[in-house]
């Protein structure tokens, strides 16, 4: 790969405007605001970049999350020194820590449908 590059998460329905976040500066990760957090690792959002990765809230509570959509540079990956990593816990917390990677605020619709429970609770919204 020679130039960014997205990435997008298959257990996300979203209104996300691909053509805009994909004019983001490369090494962005997109936000979503969610007034219950509790089934998602949270974002420490700050001046337009992620600077930390937190655990879920054991109690809920609101907060910015992952939502799965990342704008990346071909070079998002060289500090890995094994073959397998998972993105969010070794490659986006490195790039943050270093005030690497930029924050997209998303403000539509977003859900994530990678249980049971929520994919039924989409499907009952998209069948009115």
């Known amino acids: 790969l020679k130039d960014p590059f997205l990435v997008v ?3 996300i329905l979203s209104d996300m405007d691909l053509s ?3 004019r983001q500066k490369a090494n962005s990760i ?3 605001y969610l007034p219950d957090a509790r089934d998602f690792g949270l974002v420490r959002v700050q001046d337009g970049k992620a600077h ?3 655990e879920k809230p054991k109690d809920g509570g609101a907060g910015y999350i992952n939502a799965g959509y990342y704008l990346l540079k071909p070079d998002a ?3 890995m020194a094994k ?3 998972m993105i969010e816990r070794d490659v986006f917390p490195y790039l943050a820590e270093r005030g690497e ?3 997209f605020i998303h403000q539509g619709y977003w859900t994530d449908v990678g249980t049971e429970e929520r994919l039924a609770g ?3 919204k998209h069948h009115h």
Do not use: Q, W
Request: aromatic share 16%; net charge negative.
């Open 77 to 79: 990956f060289d500090h």
């Open 101 to 103: 990677l930029d924050a």
């Open 9 to 11: 998460n298959a257990d």
């Open 52 to 54: 930390a990765f937190m």
């Open 30 to 32: 997109a936000c979503a």
């Open 83 to 85: 073959e397998v990593f």
């Open 122 to 124: 989409a499907r009952r």
């Open 20 to 22: 805009v976040f994909s």
